[in-house]
C-alpha cells in the first residue's frame, strides 16, 4: 500500500486548504482511511476518517463543523477539506490506512497499518 499526501501550504487564518491522499497497491474495499496531525513537540492526533466502503466518517471534536473527510472511489483518493482554518490548525498531516475497519476505534495511530509522508500546513494569524 501506498499513500501520497498533498495540498498543504500557508494560507491565513479564516482560509480553506483541501489535502488529497492518493491510495495505490490494494482493493481499498474493506479499508479505513484517516487523517492525523502533529505538531511541533506534540503527539500525533486524530483529525478524521472514512470508511471506504460505506463513506461513513469520524471526527475529531477540535475539527467537527471545519473539516470534511470524503472519499473518490474511481480514482483511489481520499480529501480533507479544511474550512475556517484557525492558527492551531497548523501541523504536519498525515493520512494513514487500516486494511479493515475496527468498530468502535479509528482514532489512533496505532490503528492504522500504513502511512503516507507528511504535508505541512501552516496556518498564520
Known amino acids: 500500500v501506498q499513500l501520497q499526501a498533498s495540498g498543504g501550504g500557508l494560507v491565513q487564518a479564516g482560509a480553506s486548504l483541501r489535502l488529497s491522499c492518493a491510495a495505490s497497491g490494494r482493493d481499498f474495499s474493506n479499508y479505513g482511511i484517516g487523517w492525523f496531525r502533529q505538531a511541533p513537540g506534540k503527539e500525533r492526533d486524530f483529525v478524521a476518517t472514512?470508511?471506504?466502503?460505506?463513506?461513513?466518517?469520524r471526527y475529531a471534536d477540535s475539527v467537527k463543523g471545519r473539516f470534511t473527510i470524503s472519499r473518490d472511489r474511481a480514482k483511489n483518493m481520499v480529501y480533507l477539506q479544511m474550512d475556517s482554518l484557525n492558527p492551531d490548525d497548523t501541523a504536519v498531516y498525515y493520512c494513514?490506512?487500516?486494511?479493515?475497519?475496527?468498530?468502535?476505534?479509528?482514532?489512533?495511530?496505532?490503528?492504522?497499518?500504513?502511512w503516507g509522508q507528511g504535508t505541512q500546513v501552516t496556518v498564520s494569524s
Open positions: 472514512i470508511r471506504w466502503g460505506t463513506g461513513m466518517t
Open positions: 494513514a490506512a487500516r486494511p479493515r475497519w475496527l468498530v468502535g476505534g479509528m482514532t489512533k495511530p496505532d490503528d492504522y497499518e500504513y
